[in-house]
């Protein structure tokens, strides 16, 4: 069975790669706003399924499972996705400055046939005080504007970062060790493992 992920984020293929799951990329692209009132946890996995519902009607009738993620910043009920411009990614830091926030992942595989499995797995931040100059030195780097937040820990924000508690590459776009478990359970091989085994 071939495994469909439904990404344009090269976080993704890359921490898929990373576990030895062979896969094809074929990206998703959904509205991605937030209903009145939605709380977080509900909008993250509503993304993911709709990113999966959307490509698996892609492969009606084929022997595919399709993989899609979405990932959120929150901090107090607010989410903050990526920034939409400078003002907006300097208010982003300022508020992540000194603080913790939570970085939710939803994990959605789907088969074209309809069953479909959903996780949410959380990770706390802490983020160390970020001075205005910092935040600006930031911001001028391209490194911000396709990512959650408004930062990215596997890159320069990584300085930010005092503390973590929970999965790391949760927080980078896919939790690695509950989406080998959901693709196992699937018949979903990696190289550590042979179907059948
Ligand atoms: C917080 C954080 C987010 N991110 C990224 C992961 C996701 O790619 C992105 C959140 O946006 P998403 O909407 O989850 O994903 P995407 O638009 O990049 O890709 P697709 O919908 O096609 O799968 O932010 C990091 O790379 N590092 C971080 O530290």
């Known amino acids: 069975m ?8 090269p976080r993704r293929r890359e921490l898929l790669q990373q576990i030895g799951v062979p896969h094809r990329c074929d990206p998703a692209d959904i509205d ?8 977080p946890e509900e909008y993250v996995q509503r993304m993911a399924q709709e990113k999966a519902a959307v490509v698996a009607a892609r492969y009606s009738g084929q022997s595919v ?3 899609a993620a979405d990932t959120s910043v929150v901090l107090d009920e607010d989410v903050l996705g990526k920034p939409a411009d400078h003002f907006d990614g300097l208010g982003m ?9 939570a970085v939710l992942t939803a994990i959605c595989l789907q088969r074209p046939d309809g ?22 030195a930031y911001l001028a780097t391209d ?15 990584a300085a930010f970062v005092s503390s973590i508690e929970g999965s790391y590459s949760n927080v980078v776009g896919l939790p690695l060790a509950q ?3 959901m693709l196992s359970g699937l018949g ?9 085994e």
């Open 65 to 67: 499972v399709v993989l």
């Open 179 to 181: 989406t080998w478990q």
């Open 32 to 39: 991605e706003s937030r209903h009145e009132g939605e709380p």
């Open 115 to 136: 069953d479909s499995q959903t996780q949410l797995v959380e990770t706390q931040v802490t983020f160390t005080s970020l001075s205005r100059e910092l935040c600006e």
């Open 93 to 101: 830091l300022a508020r992540l400055s000194g603080r913790s926030h």
């Open 2 to 9: 071939e495994l469909i992920l439904a990404s344009a984020s």
């Open 188 to 196: 979903i091989a990696s190289v550590l493992e042979t179907p059948g």
């Open 143 to 157: 490194e911000p504007w396709d990512k959650a937040g408004g930062y990215g820990i596997q890159g320069l924000a």
